[in-house]
């Protein structure tokens, strides 16, 4: 199939692979980091004897490094390719994993936890989350959603073992299993993602009838979703879409979105880094409250779906929005809610919903600014979002500390939700740049 002329190649869009193999990583490093490090935080705050303040300053600093490494990362991804930047972050990841199950004090945790597990999973995500995007256009929202719910099920069918093993055997045994699967699963993976050839190149955007030749470029159709079909590369005005890093940067809207995602990750990583703890304080055992955070994922799998299709059928800004509005039930349910098992459920179904859009909201960097400079404007906009989220596990971390439950952690979970509801609904597109000679560029 590939390397063929399109009119010589029918069948499964190549596009549609890659999101495939992105979904697989996004169930590998959803499933043992970013959705099972929660599980880690009881036994860690145990087995250093530190506090929660002191465990969640190691969040926030996680967050602040993997914002910081976002341009440079992003860069490296625009120039040299995605491929190279995934398999140095299973590399480092999986290590990471194995090393964090060999450390026995709270500076050895550090080390390891910030200069190996936090380079490891930041990383790759901006090479595949590139890659797509250079697949995708039309389908974007679809296509990054389908990638991101492996996430889900990675969380629905990892998180119960990771869980197990720390239950059974301790926490690092669960660390070193978790990376021997990175390492074993991710690295071959790691081949499979790739950016399209001159040939391949935005076939997934032909229009599916005459009368959708003169759409704009990005609009849903109802063609086949995983059949070829040759691309529209500019809009009647000669503008192909792309602003580069400067033109972008000149725009309002790069930076509204970049607080929208601020605001969005300074919530969602209060909750996610402190979910087990603060479903504990509701009344909830640990084991209760590793099964709940199952369920969240069970739940996220036709969200994340619907989020996607939604966003590319009505509105991808109006679609972050009403995800938000599920935040923000997250976090009223959980802090006037009564303490036990039914109000968990309600918590897992609603923040379910909160992290539904979590790829769409990434499909509006492409979206609005085009491909060639996305995996630079991405780390952008992970660098300001990287700012806002480290205040939101520290934060919830200090208040625990000072007042002993979560209740003033939550008020502010639901003001950030209220503030980026609103933010999301009034996005507008950037206004095409002035070139000299668009055509030409």
């Not at 970013?34 to 009881?42: E, K, P, Q």
């Not at 860069?75 to 190279?84: A, F, Q, T």
């Not at 390891?112 to 595949?128: D, E, R, W």
């Not at 009505?314 to 006037?336: C, F, H, P």
Request: net charge neutral; charged share 10%; with cysteine.
């Amino acid at each position: 199939m590939i390397g063929k002329k399109i009119s010589d190649t029918k069948g499964m869009y190549y596009g549609w692979w890659v999101v495939f193999t992105a979904s697989v990583f996004h169930a590998l490093f959803g499933g043992l980091y970013h959705t099972d490090i929660t599980l880690y935080f009881l036994p860690f705050k145990r087995a250093f004897e530190i506090s929660s303040t002191q465990l969640s300053l190691a969040f926030a600093i996680r967050s602040l490094e993997g914002g910081l490494e976002g341009p440079l990362v992003g860069y490296l991804v625009d120039k040299i390719g995605p491929r190279p930047i995934v398999w140095f972050g299973v590399v480092t990841g999986g290590v990471g994993f194995m090393l964090l199950a060999l450390t026995h004090s709270f500076p050895m945790f550090l080390l390891v936890f910030l200069g190996f597990l936090t380079i490891g999973f930041s990383t790759p995500f901006h090479g595949i989350t590139a890659s797509i995007n250079h697949w995708f256009k039309r389908r974007l929202g679809t296509a990054m959603s389908l990638a991101t719910v492996g996430s889900a099920v990675g969380g629905v069918l990892i998180t119960p073992l990771i869980a197990w093993l720390i239950l059974s055997f301790g926490w690092r045994a669960a660390a070193m299993t978790s990376g021997v699967l990175i390492l074993v699963i991710g690295m071959p993976l790691s081949l499979l993602i790739r950016v399209p050839k001159e040939n391949e190149a935005l076939q997934e955007e032909e229009p599916d009838s005459p009368e959708e030749s003169t759409a704009i470029i990005g609009t849903a159709g109802e063609s086949n979703l995983f059949e070829y079909s040759p691309s529209l590369l500019v809009d009647s005005t000669g503008f192909d879409g792309d602003f580069t890093v400067r033109e972008a940067l000149r725009t309002k809207t790069y930076w509204l979105l970049s607080l929208s995602i601020g605001l969005r990750l300074m919530a969602q990583s209060a909750l996610m880094v402190h979910v087990v703890p603060m479903l504990v304080s509701r009344g909830n055992s640990e084991g209760v409250a590793a099964i709940l955070v199952s369920l969240l994922s069970l739940v996220r799998l036709p969200a994340i779906i619907g989020a996607g299709v939604l966003s590319d059928k009505w509105s991808r800004t109006r679609t972050s929005s009403l995800s938000m509005l599920s935040g923000l039930a997250a976090g009223v349910v959980i802090l006037v809610g009564p303490s036990g098992l039914l109000t968990g459920v309600a918590f897992a179904f609603l923040f379910a919903g909160a992290q539904a859009c979590n790829s769409v909201t990434w499909a509006l960097v492409g979206q609005f600014f085009g491909r060639k400079s996305f995996g630079t404007l991405r780390g952008g906009v992970t660098l300001m979002q990287s700012l806002m989220s480290t205040a939101g596990p520290l934060g919830a971390g200090i208040v625990f500390d000072l007042t002993g439950d979560y209740n003033v952690a939550f008020v502010a979970i639901s003001v950030t939700y209220v503030a980026a509801t609103i933010m999301f609904w009034t996005l507008k597109a950037p206004p095409e740049p002035l070139r000299s000679n668009s055509i030409g560029h």
